[in-house]
């Protein structure tokens, strides 16, 4: 017997550096890659935590993008290597400081949660391939954003998950589309 047929999910992309060259690049690549964006959040300053700090600099600006085509469930590792890329071309031009002037973090939105990629595994972290991981970040109940104990302290903000609620309605627009 065949499984039932999965919806696709909107592709939710954070981008973060001290640069703002380096975003607009970002931007730019990653619309190359995915297609367009459909939503961008308002950029927000990211004093989450340190562990940027030595890699990336000081005075981190964070931004969400959403893009407006629908992906497969099954495709999330290949956009995390794919941001990996797009992160290690930005840096080989030399035009940054920093060793590592943008971090790309790929996740997909579906109506019942919000999932990101890493390449770091823990233990409620599951393995895709190609050295990647996802964890479902946030989950939608009782008409929010619900944050999980592992849930990184930016995507606890009131003014993200609103973000990742015009996210979910775009995504149902999407759906209907």
């Not at 949660?113 to 970040?137: C, P, S």
Request: glycine share 6%; proline share 7%.
């Amino acid at each position: 017997m065949r499984p039932p047929p999965t919806l696709d999910a909107l592709l939710v992309v954070a981008i973060f550096s001290r640069h703002d060259a380096a975003l607009a690049q970002a931007r730019e690549r990653l619309s190359e890659a995915f297609g367009p964006i459909g939503l961008a959040g308002d950029p927000y300053s990211f004093q989450h935590t340190s562990y940027y700090s030595p890699t990336m600099g000081p005075g981190l600006v964070k931004q969400l993008l959403a893009f407006r085509d629908l992906v497969p469930l099954d495709s999330l590792a290949q956009r995390k290597r794919k941001a990996i890329a797009i992160e290690t071309e930005l840096k080989s031009g030399g035009e940054f400081p920093d060793e590592r002037p943008i971090n790309i973090d790929p996740g997909l939105l579906t109506l019942g949660k919000f999932m990101l990629a890493t390449t770091k595994d823990q233990a409620h972290r599951l393995y895709l391939r190609d050295g990647i991981f996802a964890e479902v970040t946030l989950r939608y109940e009782d008409g929010e954003w619900v944050p999980w104990p592992w849930t990184y302290a930016d995507y606890r903000e009131d003014a993200v998950r609103a973000f990742l609620n015009r996210c979910r309605e775009y995504y149902k627009e999407r759906l209907r589309s």
